[in-house]
């Protein structure tokens, strides 16, 4: 395991579950492409996702996934393409962690 992949908060329980869900447990899911082991932390009922379009002004964000299903779709699609990826000098798995960090969490 390399830096990247360590959770940054060792002595936080709370911030702790919250890196794992979204970095530990959402990239294992992501290179399997197995929705199953994320599923559980989404609240379906209440969800509804921003696309950013790798644009740096949230003013030009939208809602791009109205519902947890057009995600799952999407999300499954793209974990699909990303296993096609032949990557050079990193493996997959240290490539999800060195392009994501989240190293503060908020909890109000």
Not at 57 to 83: I, M
Not at 85 to 105: A, C, P, T, W
Request: proline share 6%; with cysteine.
């Amino acid at each position: 395991m390399n830096a990247a992949s360590t959770n940054p908060f060792p002595n936080d329980p709370d911030r702790q579950a919250i890196w794992d869900m979204l970095m530990k447990r959402d990239f294992e899911a992501f290179l399997a492409a197995d929705w199953s082991m994320i599923e559980p932390d989404f609240l379906a009922d209440e969800f509804c996702g921003i696309d950013g379009d790798k644009l740096p002004d949230p003013d030009h964000w939208h809602l791009r996934f109205p519902d947890l299903g057009s995600y799952r779709t999407e999300w499954l699609a793209q974990a699909a393409a990303f296993q096609k990826i032949e990557l050079v000098g990193v493996n997959k798995h240290d490539f999800l962690y060195q392009s994501s960090v989240l190293r503060e969490v908020e909890i109000t």
